[in-house]
């Protein structure tokens, strides 16, 4: 991943930028990637006609901004540091295999085709500083999704807002814990479960 010249512009992504994954015409030799270090980047795009596997290092956390994930197509292979996307994260194609650490997503998420493995690891929806008002994530799935843990938490300081996980459509197979409430730290404000279905095979924490 840190090796400049396997990009398209000679740089490796940064804060602002949406690292793109095409197809072979367009990634030559340099398909397959390492996460060899912690990175930060504007978003993640990988697309249908992507083939080869992105793997995260151990211990290298990967934090997308407001461009949000989007995957089509190709591998992911998550390991044992944080997945932050601080705002979309959408699979309409491809395998994502999440970190065994915690997948975090501020905003909506999306899981319509495609192969999603939860590697015993958390999901955590959280609103918290998204905006100091009433905000809801949003949740499409294209069946029953099957997760190990499950968070739902949110909360702002000084706001009696409300914060809301909705799932439109699908459910949830929680295989271990699902726990939901006021981000630690946060006194104001409710946190709310509404629209499908989930299940529960473990512990609830409320």
Known sequence: WT???NWSSNAVPG???VAHFAGPNA?????AATVNSSISIGGM???SEYTGTITQGSTNTITVGSSGWIQSGGTFVGTDADITVNNVFNQSGGTFT??????LVTSGFTQSAGT???NSGLL?????GIVPGNSTINVNLSSSLPVWNLQYSGGYSGSSAYYKVHIASGSFNVQNQFQIGLTTGSANGSIMASGG??????NLIV
């Open 116 to 118: 999603f493995n939860h």
């Open 15 to 17: 804060v602002s930028d």
């Open 197 to 202: 279905t989930i299940y529960l095979k473990g």
């Open 124 to 128: 955590r929806f959280d609103t918290n």
């Open 98 to 103: 999440s970190t065994a650490a915690q997948l």
């Open 27 to 31: 990634c030559g030799v340099n398909c």
């Open 3 to 5: 090796t400049a010249t």
């Open 45 to 47: 795009d990988i697309q």
